[in-house]
């Protein structure tokens, strides 16, 4: 996570390097895990499948027929989403419960469960063992990434806040990278090692339990939700240094004023509160609905493009790498730009030229066996399209719902948006094969107009939040959910509230 810092030289010379080492101890075992159990999952297909066939074999006497043995293994798919989905469900109540860092580490505990099952499979001769490990290793996921981006958006500062925030996204793309390079043959994906493969993501879970106790709570659990000033001004300290942070500190405190000393909101409050109704609609649309821009869709493709483009069978999991470190270099991008260019112009332009590729590749792709050239159009199309989803919702929506949001809605937005996600890639798991059998090509008009939608819907609605305190935010999506003599009502509340609050 340094390499952000020391690429762009942002001008926080004077902040602790503990904040960035509290970045990799979340990232080591929160999006780091998911990336890393999204993309091992593909190598070891055949291998496991074969010991299903084997096992049943053994136990019954007869083999399993071929469709019985494709269901288990969509089962061991889709079980991990199953898991992810319980996990983000409990995120919101474990983390006002027990605190951001205590629940960041009870979720290290059904990873290893699940990594220990997993990798013991073999040797007990069960595959039930790894359909287990892939809940219990879901579960894990689902609470931990959920708690990740919550923990790193309310321990930064307001001008590192999208910077901080992208590192999750960065530890995902470390995490691809990380499962394609272990599903290699040279490595471990070969039928004796992939027992060792499944189990791969103990290591972060246990490094992370080895370093992140070290580091402090969220300075704003500790000030707003347990009313512990004096634990706050230390985390502050062991975070960002003993510089003056008073006014950073003074947000805080008019947050927990403007709250009143509400407890945290539920899920269905977010849907019955008019007062974070656009806030909910921006959630929505933006975040919680990531997986239909399509970027899984663009994978499943690009590999046969690759391959009409010359590109050997047997070479196609380097090509893996290849995109894997695309997606690095575009997070490190954006890093760069999140606190210059601002969030809403990242979104709308990054949306609005992945709807274009998306549009450009329906034609090439029909086009494929036509032309001699059109596979060479269509691979510079999926890289663009990597990049630039790299660049704009990959980065940019990991900050949003801390943004967006006070201390009382937030841990219910971050279960809103995690279950939202889970329940896509479960659906869109099943329904995908048949969408593609279906359309071919011309699927990718599903992710075009949603792409263009929010495009659309970012440069026309959405507030900018760059460089604002939560409370400016919270003004700027006043003007939106109230009209009139209520709105102003609610704007006068909330400037009430921000100088009601004197320093520390």
Not at 366 to 376: C, N
Request: a positive charge; charged letters at 15%; proline letters at 3%.
């Amino acid at each position: 996570m340094y390499l952000l810092c020391l690429l762009f030289k942002i001008s926080y010379q004077k902040m602790s390097y503990n904040l960035f080492l509290l970045a990799f101890a979340l990232g080591i075992g929160g999006g780091f895990q998911y990336g890393l159990q999204v993309s091992v999952v593909n190598s070891p297909a055949e291998y496991i499948k074969s010991f299903i066939h084997e096992t049943w074999v053994r136990r019954y006497g007869f083999s399993a027929t071929e469709e019985l043995i494709t269901l288990m293994w969509s089962f061991i798919v889709s079980v991990y989403s199953i898991g992810g989905l319980l996990g983000a469900l409990s995120a919101g109540y474990l983390s006002v419960r027990f605190g951001r860092k205590k629940t960041m580490l009870l979720a290290n505990i059904p990873a290893v469960l699940g990594a220990a099952l997993m990798g013991l499979s073999r040797l007990c001769g069960s595959f039930e063992m790894i359909i287990a490990g892939r809940l219990f290793s879901g579960m894990g996921v689902g609470l931990g990434l959920n708690i990740h981006l919550m923990f790193a958006g309310e321990c930064a500062p307001r001008n590192l806040r999208g910077l901080l925030a992208i590192t999750a996204s960065t530890a995902i793309a470390l995490g691809k990278f990380t499962g394609f390079a272990l599903g290699l043959r040279e490595v471990l994906g070969v039928d004796a090692l992939w027992p060792v493969l499944m189990a791969a993501h103990a290591v972060p879970a246990l490094v992370q339990l080895l370093t992140l106790p070290f580091f402090p709570d969220s300075p704003r659990y500790l000030l707003i939700d347990k009313k512990d000033k004096e634990g706050c001004i230390k985390a502050v300290k062991q975070l960002w240094g003993d510089g003056d942070h008073m006014a950073e500190i003074d947000d805080m405190l008019a947050e927990q004023e403007a709250i009143h000393g509400e407890r945290a909101k539920s899920v269905c409050d977010l849907f019955r509160d008019q007062t974070v109704r656009w806030q909910l609609i921006t959630l929505f649309l933006v975040v919680s609905c990531m997986q239909f821009i399509g970027i899984n869709v663009v994978y499943f493709y690009a590999y046969n493009v690759f391959i009409k483009a010359g590109i050997p069978h047997a070479q196609t999991h380097y090509v893996s790498l290849g995109i894997g470190i695309t997606e690095i270099l575009t997070t490190i991008v954006s890093g760069s730009l999140i606190e210059r260019a601002g969030r809403k112009t990242l979104l709308w332009k990054s949306h609005t030229i992945m709807a274009l590729v998306l549009g450009l590749l329906t034609v090439t792709l029909s086009l494929q066996d036509a032309f001699s050239w059109v596979p060479y159009c269509s691979v510079a199309l999926i890289f663009i399209f990597i990049m630039s989803f790299g660049i704009g919702p990959a980065g940019v929506s990991c900050s949003l719902p801390t943004e967006i949001f006070l201390q009382s809605y937030r841990p219910a937005a971050y279960v809103l948006n995690g279950a939202s996600n889970w329940i896509q890639l479960f659906i869109l798991g099943l329904l995908f094969p048949f969408i593609v059998e279906s359309l071919g090509s011309f699927c990718f008009i599903i992710f075009l107009i949603y792409c263009l939608s929010v495009a659309i819907f970012v440069f026309l609605v959405m507030p900018e939040t760059k460089g604002k305190t939560m409370l400016q935010v919270t003004e700027e999506f006043n003007r939106l959910n109230y009209r009139g003599k209520k709105r102003q009502t609610a704007l006068q509340q909330t400037n009430c509230s921000v100088m009601t609050v004197t320093r520390l």
